[in-house]
């Protein structure tokens, strides 16, 4: 299968998996529901994803992809202007429909498997890139503090309980504007918090 088929036939399965994650929640949802709901073979999807929970760290690591993307495309900007444009992308996955079908399915799992999973794929490794730029900033005098502490006050100005707010139905989809003026607003309050 050329790879653009495989692309093709991977996102054909992830779409099937949130409509499952959605109907049946993480403990309904299994690989031979995911493949009958996506039209392939069971040993397709245990090939490429092992089990149900390699499947989920797909389907999270695919998300993140977007975060790592933004960053590396804007890697050698000023680190303040990499944030500026980073802020949107981040709440525009976060708060999208497919990590909130994650997290709703997360937050219904006993077991804690897909917690664990979003956890590991998602904040661990978004958070490591964001106090990388931290760090720049820290070192051109753009902010002060440890970059460590910079990149937990920005993702909470950044995101605070608005994923919270989606997962539970207490908000709608931000628009871009939305976002946007959001990311602003949490640059201002990082930069003065630096400078008091």
Do not use: C, F
């Not at 993480?26 to 090939?47: C, D, F, R």
Request: hydrophobic share 45%; proline share 4%.
């Amino acid at each position: 299968m050329k790879s653009e088929k495989q692309e093709e036939r991977r996102a054909q399965i992830e779409e099937a998996a949130y409509r499952m994650l959605g109907e049946k929640g993480y403990q309904g949802t299994s690989v031979q529901a995911i493949a009958k709901a996506a039209k392939a073979s069971n040993e397709t999807l245990y090939n490429w994803y092992g089990d149900k929970k390699g499947l989920m760290a797909a389907l999270v690591a695919r998300n993140t992809e977007v975060v790592r993307t933004a960053l590396a495309e804007n890697e050698a900007t000023d680190p303040m202007d990499q944030l500026a444009r980073l802020g949107p992308i981040l709440l525009g996955m976060v708060l999208g429909p497919r990590a909130v079908a994650l997290n709703r399915a997360a937050a219904a799992d006993p077991s804690g498997d897909l917690g664990r999973a979003i956890s590991a794929g998602g904040r661990e490794v978004v958070a490591p890139m964001v106090t990388a730029v931290m760090a720049r900033a820290v070192a051109e005098g753009a902010l002060r503090g440890t970059p460590d502490d910079l990149t937990h006050l920005y993702l909470t100005l950044l995101i605070g309980d608005l994923q919270i707010r989606r997962v539970t139905g207490a908000m709608d989809v931000p628009t871009p504007e939305a976002n946007q003026a959001r990311t602003v607003g949490a640059l201002q309050s990082l930069r003065r918090a630096s400078n008091s």
